[in-house]
Nanobody
Framework: QVQLVESGGGLVQPGGSLRLSCATS????????MGWYRQAPEKQRELVAT???????MYADSVKGRFTIFRNNAWDTIYLQMNSLKPEDTAVYYC??????WGQGLQVTVSS
């Protein structure tokens, strides 16, 4: 049973920063892609950023230049560094592995 355990959400003021973490129980040999998605109220879940096993990253246009996805060397934890946060970044953020497994979700609220 694959487990993805997320941490780091919360309330932040506009312009502030947060770092999300996602720890996976998977073996490094079973992972080919991990990423972050988000779902705002009454909206569909959308892709935020992904990182491949080789380290290639991809970002949604709405977060380019503000968010950074990266991983630790053991490939058992990925992170999402979120800077210059905007109210429209408010959503539940989900970690995903191999397009198949999901974390429990983290609430991120950007508000003054």
């Amino acid at each position: 049973q694959v487990q993805l355990v997320e941490s780091g959400g919360g309330l932040v003021q506009p312009g502030g920063s947060l770092r999300l973490s996602c720890a996976t129980s998977q073996s490094i040999f079973d992972i080919y892609l991990m990423g972050w998605y988000r779902q705002a109220p009454e909206k569909q879940r959308e892709l935020v950023a992904t990182i491949s096993k080789g380290g290639t990253t991809m970002y949604a246009d709405s977060v380019k230049g503000r968010f950074t996805i990266f991983r630790n060397n053991a490939w058992d934890t990925i992170y999402l560094q979120m800077n210059s946060l905007k109210p429209e970044d408010t959503a539940v953020y989900y970690c995903n592995s191999n397009y198949s497994f999901w974390g429990q979700g983290l609430q991120v609220t950007v508000s003054s």
